[in-house]
């Protein structure tokens, strides 16, 4: 989370990234050119990441190569790549003030900035300037900061106990993605017993990755910690409890929770129970399988809910409007989506991917392509013309593209003719039936079908003439026993599978 990372720790970053992943030296001119840093601030840096990955691993981990004025980083370390700059990044994060503010707001109550003041060791003009940009960062996540001494909250976080749910969730699963256990109240020797054993029991081995499962764990100390210390619940309007009721039928993931908690009354006890169900879909990807979200979106159409009905009329007019072909189970697990993002847009809508390191933007995507934009328009004029005429569901700006996400998701999983491509192999028999069996094996018969048909085929693979083709569709396969040529046609077709999924 870049707004965690001070100036220079996210410039010792960034050159350590691009030494640690490159193939080859590289030379201090081009790690100015690319970093755009002075030569003085270049080897301070070098010098300081020394040190810091020094401490964030051993003294042995890391060997600086420096041959020729260029450079390089050697790791004896036998930890994966991705994990040693996550743990870089987490050394980062947790030493800079912004986040040392928050995990001291998240322990205790404060009644005035002097007082974090002095537990975090800085002056209080400084913190007021941190202060101010932590404000701004709060309003994204609909949460404000009080400090008034007469206040009879537990909390220095004001907000809906929705959003400050929403927030610790995110905030410590952005930060720590299950590198450390982050929350010293409840060490992770006493989750392993009370938690681990009833996640491992919703979810048996093999049903749940690794990481999701420590995900849930986060959410599980979290919920802990604002039911059983803060006395903090969450309260759910009639038709939440309706429709996350209708969830909690299919697939209930909340028993795990509620085995821990000190006795509650009856209706905050199932009001929790059914958040929990909500909470951990909109966190947590892929809880429940196609048969189970389909069962759940089944379930959804048999009660009175206005928001439902309005998503069963987005689906039903995106599909009609982009001629979609979709299964009965496809289109169950399309409106189970639509319900989730519509539910997140209303009773959470944060837009939190300023906050990422590498937001996903499809526009970025599209332009590497050179794909046509016909459909990002066909998308917007849906967009205009559905609100126009339904307002039931108001859109504010920052949920315009979560919608409009939305609608590229039905596009792209509705049914898609395969891609027919014509192979033609002379020099023997059966080399024809030996490439469509390897490219078969590879793509699988749902994305590729074979035709001899050549005003048919949207791509052509042969060793002979075949007529005006353009080269961006035609592969010239000499033989068949040369690994070089099989990667380059297994590359070919891939790319354009991978730029037809990305084009109207």
Request: glycine share 2%; with cysteine; aromatic share 16%.
């Amino acid at each position: 989370m870049e707004f965690f990372i001070d100036k220079t720790a996210e410039k010792k970053l960034a050159l350590f990234k691009l030494l640690f992943f490159s193939d080859d030296l590289v030379s201090v001119k081009d790690l100015l050119t690319q970093l755009q840093f002075s030569k003085s601030a270049l080897f301070r840096y070098l010098k300081e990441l020394e040190e810091d990955l020094a401490l964030t691993f051993d003294s042995q981990s890391f060997l600086l190569i420096n041959h020729n004025n260029a450079y390089s980083y050697k790791s004896e370390s036998q930890l994966d790549k991705s994990l040693i700059v996550n743990r870089l990044n987490l050394y980062y994060v947790k030493g800079s003030i912004r986040f040392k503010i928050i995990t001291a707001l998240y322990k205790k109550r404060y009644t005035s900035v002097d007082e974090i003041a002095n537990d975090l060791y800085v002056s209080p003009s400084y913190l007021y300037r941190q202060l101010k940009a932590i404000y701004a960062f709060f309003d994204d996540f609909h949460l404000k900061l009080t400090f008034k001494p007469d206040s009879n909250q537990s909390t220095n976080f004001v907000g809906s106990e929705i959003h400050q749910r929403f927030f610790f969730a995110y905030f410590y699963w952005s930060v720590f993605k299950g590198i450390e256990w982050p929350f010293k109240r409840l060490p992770e020797s006493m989750y392993d017993l009370y938690y681990k054993n009833e996640i491992d029991k919703k979810f048996p081995k093999g049903n749940l990755a690794p990481a999701k499962a420590t995900q849930i764990g986060y959410l599980l100390t979290i919920t802990f910690w604002r039911v059983n210390s803060r006395k903090e619940y969450v309260q759910l309007e009639e038709e939440l409890i309706e429709i996350f009721t209708a969830i909690s039928e299919v697939n209930d993931i909340s028993s795990s929770i509620a085995t821990t908690w000190t006795q509650l009354p009856e209706e905050i006890d199932n009001q929790e129970r059914l958040f929990f169900n909500f909470f951990t879909r909109v966190e947590v990807a892929s809880v429940d399988n196609d048969e189970m979200k389909e069962q759940i979106s089944k379930h959804l159409l048999t009660i009175n809910s206005d928001l439902v009905a309005y998503c069963v009329t987005f689906l039903e007019e995106v599909q009609q409007h982009f001629d979609l072909k979709m299964t009965s189970q496809k289109k169950m697990v399309n409106l189970y989506y639509i319900v989730f993002y519509h539910l997140y847009m209303r009773y959470i809508n944060v837009n939190h991917s300023q906050y990422l390191n590498s937001p996903f933007q499809l526009n970025e995507i599209k332009k590497q392509l050179n794909s046509s934009s016909l459909l990002e328009k066909e998308i917007l004029t849906f967009y205009d013309q559905f609100f126009q005429k339904n307002h039931f569901f108001k859109v504010d700006a920052s949920s315009k593209q979560l919608v409009i996400s939305l609608i590229y998701f039905i596009i792209n999983s509705a049914e898609v003719e395969p891609l027919p491509i014509l192979v033609h192999f002379s020099k023997n028999i059966s080399g024809e039936y030996l490439i469509k069996n390897k490219i078969n094996a590879i793509f699988g018969t749902s994305t590729i079908r074979f035709t001899d048909d050549m005003d048919q085929a949207y791509l052509v693979i042969s060793d002979s003439y075949e007529g005006t083709i353009s080269n961006e569709q035609y592969f010239y396969i000499e033989e068949m026993y040369n690994p070089t040529i099989w990667k380059g046609l297994f590359d070919f077709i891939q790319q354009h599978l991978f730029n037809r999924s990305f084009s109207n």
